[in-house]
């Protein structure tokens, strides 16, 4: 569902404060209380990537299951956010003119 309503464009603005609220409400609503109250500020800046078209649904799925479930990414999926990342132009360091 997160994915969906950040890439679908189902709103002309919020969709990815939409898809943030509606992945923390349906975690909140099956009993992952913990979860939902920590969705919102961890996954921010993904969701910010994924509506870039940077994150793929596989990665957000694989890092929605560690915050789900209470766990740091390992270290291959930290890598393929990394790389990920680095497709956005945000991530250059070098001054834009």
Known sequence: MVFAFCTGHYF???NKR???VIGA???IKNKRGWAGFHFLPYMEAYIWHVAAGNIDKEL???IVHS???KEELDEET???VIHAM???PLFS???QE
């Open 60 to 62: 957000l799925t694989k």
């Open 93 to 95: 360091e070098e001054e």
């Open 78 to 80: 930290k890598l393929e």
């Open 86 to 88: 680095e497709k956005s």
């Open 18 to 20: 939409i898809s943030l």
């Open 12 to 14: 002309a603005d919020g």
């Open 25 to 27: 409400h349906f975690l």
């Open 67 to 69: 915050v789900v479930n």
